[in-house]
């Protein structure tokens, strides 16, 4: 009985402690999904005839083209090759899609995509 008890105990612990580290983007050392926001942008940026994105999220800092770091819950720095490698992420770390939009000009194309933190 107490040896049930014990197990039971540890696998609860197992789940909780794995959920409690499921969320969590770290945009320039700042953990997003802890600040009382319910909205992000995430905003990528693609040269012409290029491959290559450059990612960044919007929070309601001043925004700015700079790179960014950001970080997942392994704490390692992430380094996306498409939009919806990033998009993915975020999804997997609490954001839903809202929306998007692209902008594009000569100098090529910047795609919105509105998310939402999931409740």
Not at 29 to 40: A, E, M, P, S
């Amino acid at each position: 009985m107490i040896m049930k008890k014990f197990f039971i105990t540890l696998i609860c612990l197992f789940f909780l402690g794995g959920f409690s580290a499921f969320s969590q983007v770290t945009v320039d050392n700042v953990d997003i999904n802890k600040l009382d926001i319910k909205f992000c942008e995430l905003v990528a940026k693609s040269a012409l005839f290029s491959m290559k994105v450059v990612v960044v999220i919007d929070f309601g800092q001043d925004f700015s083209w700079k790179v960014q770091t950001i970080k997942g819950t392994d704490g390692k720095d992430m380094k996306f090759n498409s939009v919806i490698a990033a998009l993915n992420f975020m999804y997997l770390n609490g954001w839903d899609y809202a929306n998007n939009f692209v902008v594009s000009d000569k100098d090529g194309s910047v795609y919105h995509y509105l998310l939402k933190k999931k409740d």
